[in-house]
């Protein structure tokens, strides 16, 4: 059973920086590609970033393109989502999910199989 645990979030100014962690356990986790998503108050989840289990493959939102970036460390079980130029339309809770079926990462939340209890991302302007 893999567990997922979101930390890094908080409470930031327009213009500043944040580093989200997701660590997993239970299983390889080298061997299955994670995402990160978002969903604010009264707003459906959606996608922010994704990577391959190889991390040689990361889809972005378009609206996060250029200021966030998606990375893991296989050997720490860990994925991360640097995110600089934060703004208030980025605040939000934010999930790490794994994706134990496909190679290349999805941006569709339905098809991952398992989900962290999400981190919050406040961000003041």
């Not at 997701?22 to 969903?39: I, K, L, N, P």
């Not at 922010?48 to 289990?53: D, F, G, L």
């Amino acid at each position: 059973q893999v567990q997922l645990v979101e930390s890094g979030g908080g409470l930031v100014q327009a213009g500043g920086s944040l580093r989200l962690s997701c660590v997993a356990s239970g299983r390889t986790f080298s061997r299955y590609a994670m995402g990160w998503f978002r969903q604010a108050p009264g707003k459906e989840r959606e996608f922010v970033a994704a990577i391959s289990y190889g991390g040689d493959i990361t889809p972005y939102a378009d609206t996060v393109k250029g200021r966030f970036t998606i990375s893991r460390t296989n050997a720490k079980n860990t994925v991360y989502l640097q995110m600089n130029n934060l703004q208030p339309g980025d605040t939000a809770v934010y999930y790490c999910a794994a994706d134990f079926s496909r190679a290349v990462p999805t941006k569709t939340p339905g098809q991952y199989d398992r989900w962290g209890p999400g981190t919050q991302v406040t961000v003041s302007s």
